[in-house]
C-alpha cells in the first residue's frame, strides 16, 4: 500500500474490459486512503497478538479482522457501484461481528443496533445503485461519470445521489447519523475500536461520500459543511461529559470527523486539503488514543476514567503515548493535528466562512478540555495503592502505541513540498478533477 503512491490506472479482474467486467481503479485518493487503513491495520494486528490473548477463538478474530480490512481495500479500489456495494458489506459485515465478539450484553446491544443501523445505511446504497442501473444501463463508475456529464435528466439523479449521501452519513457516523458509534466503539475489543474510528467509518463513509459526490455526479459539496460544524458543535459537548473513556473517544471521533467533513465541504483547494490531511491525522491519533485505552483496561479491567489516577507512574509508555495523542488531537503545536486543523480554518476564512472558523476553534478548545480530563482523571496525580502493582501494557501492545506515536509528529512533515506532492496533492487533485475521472479507465 504504501508503494501505491504515484500509481495511477485500472485493472479489469478476468481480463473482462469495462463496463461488463470488475475494474479496479487507482488515483492519487484511492492510494493515500490505501496507505492509511494499511498502517493503521498492521499496528492494529500487531496490538492484537497479546491483546488477544484474554479472548477464546483468535482465529476467528483473525478471519473476521482480515476480512473487514479486505472489504476496505475492495471499497477502496471499487471502479464499479455494485462490488462497491459487495465491498462495504463484507467489511460491514465483519465490522457487526468484530464489535460483539465478547459476550456480554451491552456488546451483543451494541452490534445489533449497529447491524440494524448499516442495514438500513445498504438498503438506501442498493436503491440508489438500482436507479442508477435503470437510468443508465451500466454499474461501471467511469461510464456513469461520463453519462451523468452529457445526461439531460439532471433532476432525476438528485433522489439517489440524496439515498447515497445518507447510507454513507450513516456509515461515516456524521450527525444526526451516529446513534450507532456511541455503543459500537466502546463494546468492541480495541484494536477494532482503532479501526472503527481511525479508518473504517472514513473508507465507508467519507472515502465513499466523496468519491460519488465529487467524481461521479460531479455535484457541489458546499451542503456538507454544515453537517461537519454540526458535528463539531454537538460532538465534542457530549464527549466531555463522558467517564467511560472508550465511549468519550467514540463521541470525539463524531467531531472530529466533523472537521474532516467540514473542510471538504467548502469545496475549495486548500479546504479539500486539509480535510484529507486532518483524515490521515485523525487516523492515527485516534487509534493511537482507543490502543491506549485498550491498554489500561487490558490491566486494571475498567474502562472507568473515575476508577484510574496515576497510571503514568505504572504505565509510562502507555501514559507518554496518550498524552501525545491528547495533545495531537486538540491540535497543540507541533503535532500533526496543529496542522491540519490550522489549515481548515484558515480555508474557512479564505473562503468567507467566519462563523464556521470560529465554531471549529471552538471545537479545538473542548477537545483540549476533554482530553485534559483524561490525562488528569487517568495519567496524573496520585496512584490507587490497588494499582501500584500494575505492569505496563505487554511488548507488542507498546510498540504498536509508540509507532502511532512518532506518527503523530512524523505525518506533520506531509506538508513539505517533496512529501506533499506525492502523497496530499495527487488526491486533492483528483477529487478537484470531478468527472475526469473517468479517463483513467481507457
Known sequence: ALASFGIKGSYSVGAWPPPFGINLVADGFSTLMLATVNTIAFCATLYSVNYMDQYTSKRHYYSLFLLMLAGMNGVLLSGDFFNMFVFIEIASISSYALVGFGTEAEELEASFKYMVMGGIASAFMLLAVAMLYSSFGVLNMADIARAIAVSPRATTLKFPLFLFIIAFAIKGAIIPFHAWLPDAHPSAPAPVSAMLSGVLIKT???????????????????????????????????????????????????????????????????????????????????????????????????????????????????????????????????????????????????????????????????????????????????????????????????????????????????????????????????????????????
Open 204 to 442: 465507508l463513509g467519507i472515502y465513499a461520500m466523496t468519491r460519488i459526490i465529487m467524481n461521479i455526479f460531479a455535484a457541489d459539496v458546499t451542503g456538507l459543511a454544515p453537517l461537519g460544524i454540526i458535528s463539531i458543535i454537538i460532538g465534542m459537548p457530549l464527549a466531555l461529559g463522558q467517564t467511560d473513556i472508550k465511549r468519550l473517544l467514540a463521541y470525539s471521533s463524531i467531531s472530529q470527523v466533523g472537521y474532516i467533513v467540514l473542510g471538504l465541504g467548502l469545496g475549495t483547494p486548500l479546504g479539500i486539503f486539509g480535510a484529507l490531511f486532518h483524515l490521515i491525522n485523525h487516523s492515527i491519533f485516534k487509534s493511537l488514543l482507543f490502543l491506549n485505552s485498550g491498554a489500561v483496561a487490558y490491566r486494571l479491567g475498567t474502562r472507568e476514567l473515575n476508577d484510574m489516577g496515576g497510571l503514568n507512574k505504572v504505565m509510562p509508555i502507555t501514559g507518554g503515548t496518550s498524552f501525545i495523542a491528547s495533545l495531537s488531537i486538540a491540535g497543540i503545536p507541533p503535532f500533526n493535528g496543529f496542522f491540519s486543523k490550522l489549515i481548515i480554518i484558515l480555508a474557512c476564512v479564505k473562503a468567507g466562512h467566519t462563523g464556521f472558523a470560529l465554531w471549529a476553534v471552538a471545537g479545538s478548545i473542548l477537545t483540549l478540555s476533554s482530553f485534559m480530563k483524561v490525562q488528569k482523571l487517568a495519567f496524573f496525580g496520585k496512584i490507587a495503592e490497588k494499582h501500584k502493582g500494575i505492569k505496563e501494557a505487554p511488548l507488542l501492545m507498546s510498540v504498536s502505541v509508540v509507532i502511532l506515536a512518532v506518527l503523530c509528529i512524523a505525518s506533520s512533515f506531509l506538508l513539505l513540498p517533496g512529501l506533499r506532492n506525492i502523497t496530499l496533492q495527487p488526491a486533492v487533485d483528483a477529487l478537484l478533477a470531478g468527472a475526469e475521472y473517468a479517463k483513467i479507465i481507457k
